[in-house]
């Protein structure tokens, strides 16, 4: 019996990538809000961020949290939150560590039930971000679930 060695993943290319940053930032304008945007890879490593022009400089590193906290565990930013708000040892655990950050904003994106990548969107309500992370869903026809 021969072992396998390797295996062979999909993850979102940077072309998707710029679709949807697009589309999130044209939400963003609808919404008349000023955020940040990052998108990253099925292993949370950055593929595009943008900021719009009056986002404050501080959403740019929170957008990437949610991004990679979405690629990570293959859930919503704000799924621990959610979910185990009674769990205070858990959510005192996750709110430690610099790379993670649990609010609404950041969603997993999904192509055939394959986490492919994440967004991150931050810098208005949590609702606004979300919106505008779905906004780059749509661009792409895919699924955060």
Known sequence: MTETLAITQQTLNYRAALKAIAAASEQAEHLGVQVSIAIVGRGGHPLVQLSLNEAPPQTAALALRKARTAAGFKVPS????????????????????????????????????????????????????????????????????
């Open 78 to 145: 704000n799924f621990f939150r959610d979910k185990s708000g009674d769990d205070v040892h858990l959510l005192a655990a996750l709110d430690t560590h610099p790379d993670l950050l649990m609010l609404g904003g950041g969603l997993p994106l999904r192509l055939a039930g394959e986490c492919i990548g994440a967004i991150g969107v931050s810098g208005a309500s949590q609702e606004q971000d979300i919106a505008c992370a779905r906004a780059a869903l749509a661009a792409l026809g895919i699924t955060s679930d």
